[in-house]
């Protein structure tokens, strides 16, 4: 059920990546341009002079020559220097769409009505007329800015009408309601027109560069692509939309393909975007407007041959973009671009690459998923890593080699997606199981011991540690006789019942069934988790199950079942606890002495009379200990004695015949012979008392009169 639900998972994953990958939301498409962005920084467009020249109207110059805008007589005289100089084109990253404010008839203007002074100003030459004449027959293009609003001013006239072949491009392309244009005698006196604008959807980081923009139905080129129309041998400009050619076209309407300017094929998105393959920041590209202007401050071929670009990086002026290398001036866009039209080095995103990247994700889940649901964890994540390394080295390398823009993003998010879809069934079902062989096992053997093998897999290994441990063994006796007189099933049920009834009770104070054997109970303490305070829980165990025992036994009699009374034996000492056994099985076990004194003070009750026997060693290292002496038992296969109690609660200490047996107790310590007396008279007030009992009975036989107490074979 699980598998299949992987499986379905998966399929779900496979159909929003596709989804995905058709809508390419504004996350997707972030993310994708940051992959790219990325690529951009480690693998650089290297610089190659191809003759475009920025003249950067930078701080220097301005120092010399004065604040921004320089008076149009200024400009005009930069652009005979420049075509002075040897250059190809002129472009200005500027907008002179106003008068110049400087010009002599506007300046004199503001003396007021004086004739003297108009006269004055009707000699000197109007600045925009002199800019007007150097821009006229030579190879000059000016900008202009597009407005998502209609404005006020004139819309102009494309220098040269852009020519589509193929389906209408209208759709696809940046549109725009309003324009602000250069002056119409400096328009009509320049040779080019070029629109200024960037596409700053992308979180505003410049990324590509508009070829082709629209002013409501008409078509206008960028500034860039009217500079390489300058240096060709015609004035055409033919655009290129899907259905132009075959190539051109994949199943639908795909948008722009590219255009074809001055003998030269530009390749562009879909959109008529040109992605800047950027080089690293330098200067190699710039010249200060102030050195053209000096004349004798540049070498006499610094500019021959070359495509010569007016903008500014001067702070103050706020031309600069975010780009993926940080800020740069606007005018260096512009010149990247013309270098990229120019050397034919062009990042590109064919229609084809989508349709690649779909089947591409088709081919993943066909083989990702089988390969997930039959592997391990590990080397599932290991497939998976393989495969992100595998899509995201193609895209690196499609970038590197073909200058492919082929998405990373979308192959990694899926084979993750697919990772986890196929992974978390089965991780719920390793889960489940693994609950279940907790729940069973602990119905095999204690569940802290489950418990601590689960959280320490290591330890599943043969071998052991030497620890100090308290271990609790019960016996019920004549089990044996009850068993063979009676109903086999009854007799089951009856001991499965006292059997329950015991192991609750030792789980309860945390302890480890070591073993069941029979009606016989092994529980030991401070294994396999270390416990402080074993010494205590054992006795309040011991205590716990003789309690719980009684009950029973008062049950039963009820029913018509005679059941024995329970012997419990407690003790505490040093002993090599671990796993022992062979390769087959294991079995997790206590070894040593410690083990063995406890299986005797179990059975020495039966001799005793009492129910519960501890050591001296539990009793000392459970703290606060309430209980009465036993004795000094010499246990058998022992040579020494080892001094013995029976565990009560406060309260009984306080009761009559305790306090009777404890002075009786004393007497027989000192071996004074009044303890026989003594133990005669606690006997007659208390014959309950099997401890009493036991005493009286070695005195009045002849025994030594003290502690020491050999246990019966």
Same mark, same amino acid.
């Given at each position: 059920m699980l598998r299949n639900f992987g499986f379905w998972v998966s399929f779900v994953v496979l159909v929003l990546s596709l989804a995905l990958l058709v809508w390419n939301p504004a996350p997707i498409h972030g993310l994708r341009n940051i992959a790219f962005d990325a690529y951009q920084r480690l693998s650089p467009r290297a610089y190659e002079d191809r003759?475009?020249?920025? #003249?950067? =109207?930078?701080e220097d110059s301005l120092r010399r020559l004065g604040q921004w805008p320089w008076p149009r007589a200024r400009i005009a005289e930069l652009v005979e220097?420049?075509? *002075?100089?040897?250059t190809k084109a002129i472009g200005f990253d500027v907008i002179f769409a106003e008068p110049d404010r400087n010009s002599p008839q506007r300046v004199l203007a503001r003396w007021g009505d004086n004739e003297a002074l108009r006269a004055v100003a009707e000699l000197l030459p109007d600045d925009d007329t002199e800019f007007a004449k150097a821009l006229r027959d030579r190879p000059t293009v000016l900008g202009f800015a597009l407005s998502r609003t209609p404005t006020p001013l004139a819309t102009p006239s494309a220098k040269v009408p852009i020519a589509v072949k193929g389906e209408d491009p209208a759709p696809f392309l940046s549109t725009y309601r309003g324009a602000v244009p250069p002056l119409p005698d400096l328009l009509s006196a320049a040779a080019g027109l070029g629109a200024l604008n960037f596409d700053t959807a992308s979180g505003g980081i410049i990324r590509y560069v508009p070829l082709v923009v629209r002013l409501d139905d008409q078509l206008y080129p960028s500034i860039s692509i009217e500079l390489a129309r300058l240096l060709g041998d015609n004035n055409r400009l033919l655009l290129r939309s899907a259905g132009a050619e075959a190539a051109d076209s994949f199943a639908r309407t795909t948008g722009i393909a590219g255009l074809d300017v001055g003998g030269r094929r530009v390749q562009t998105d879909a959109q008529g975007n040109l992605w800047l393959h950027f080089t690293p920041p330098g200067r190699a590209r710039y010249v200060s407007a102030w050195? #053209?202007?000096?004349?004798?401050? /540049?070498? *006499?071929?610094?500019?021959?041959?070359a495509i010569a670009i007016v903008g500014s990086s001067a702070t103050g002026l706020q031309d600069v973009r975010f780009t993926p290398f940080g800020l740069t001036p606007g005018v260096e866009l512009h010149a990247q671009a013309v270098e990229q039209i120019l050397a034919g080095d062009y990042l590109t995103r064919p229609d084809w690459v989508r349709g690649a990247e779909a089947l591409f994700l088709v081919l993943l889940w066909l083989a990702l998923v089988p390969l997930i649901m039959r592997l391990g964890a590990f080397w599932s994540a290991m497939v998976a890593l393989g495969v992100l390394a595998c899509a995201v080295a193609a895209s690196w390398l499609a970038f590197v080699e073909g200058r492919l823009l082929i998405?990373?993003?979308?192959? &990694?998010?899926?084979? =993750?997606?697919?990772? #986890?879809? %196929?992974?978390?069934? !089965?991780?719920?079902? &390793? +889960?489940?199981?693994? !609950?279940?062989?907790? +729940? *069973?096992?602990?119905?095999?053997?204690?569940?802290?011991?489950?418990e601590h093998l689960i959280a320490n897999p290591e330890s599943l290994a043969l071998?052991?540690?030497? !620890? +100090? %441990?308290?271990?609790?063994? &019960?016996?019920l006796a004549g089990f044996t006789s009850l068993v063979e007189g009676a109903d086999p099933g009854k007799i089951v049920a009856l001991l499965n019942d006292y059997l329950d009834g015991m192991i609750q009770? @030792?789980?309860?104070? +945390?302890?480890?069934?070591?073993?069941?054997?029979?009606?016989?109970v092994a529980v030991m303490f401070s294994a396999p988790v270390v416990q402080a305070d074993h010494a205590r829980r054992a006795i309040d165990c011991a205590l716990a199950m003789d309690a719980f025992a009684r009950d029973f036994a008062e049950r039963q009699k009820g029913r018509g079942v005679q059941v024995g009374r329970t012997r419990i034996g407690v003790n505490t000492g040093p002993v090599i606890v671990g796993n022992v056994g062979g390769a087959s099985i294991f079995d997790y076990r206590a070894l040593g002495d410690a083990v063995n004194t406890t299986a005797r003070l179990e059975s020495v009750n039966r001799q005793l009379g009492t129910n519960i026997c501890v050591s001296?060693?539990?009793?000392?290292?459970? $703290?606060?200990?309430?209980?009465?002496? #036993?004795?000094?038992? =010499?246990? /058998?296969?022992?040579?020494?004695?080892?001094r013995t109690f029976e565990p009560m609660s406060g309260e009984v200490m306080t009761r009559a015949h305790v306090r009777d047996y404890l002075a009786a107790y004393e007497l027989m310590k *000192? $071996?004074?012979? @009044?303890?026989?007396?003594?133990?005669?008279a606690a006997l007659d007030a208390y014959p309950d008392d099997p401890l009493i009992a036991f005493h009286q009975a070695r005195l009045a036989a002849g025994e030594q009169g003290d502690t020491v107490i050999f246990a019966a074979k």
């Open positions: 003759g475009v020249r920025i #003249v950067d =109207v930078d220097k420049l075509d *002075a100089a040897g050195k #053209v202007l000096a004349g004798d401050a /540049l070498p *006499a071929d610094a500019l021959r041959g998405d990373p993003l979308m192959p &990694t998010l899926t084979a =993750v997606a697919l990772y #986890v879809g %196929c992974s978390l069934p !089965r991780h719920i079902q &390793t +889960e489940r199981q693994q !609950r279940w062989i907790r +729940e *069973a096992f602990s119905t095999y053997i204690s569940p802290n011991l489950v071998g052991g540690e030497r !620890r +100090e %441990c308290s271990f609790v063994m &019960t016996d009770v @030792a789980l309860r104070h +945390e302890g480890t069934i070591d073993r069941i054997i029979g009606d016989a001296a060693t539990t009793a000392q290292a459970a $703290g606060a200990f309430t209980g009465r002496p #036993v004795g000094n038992l =010499v246990l /058998l296969g022992k040579s020494e004695g080892i *000192a $071996g004074d012979p @009044a303890a026989g007396p003594a133990f005669d």
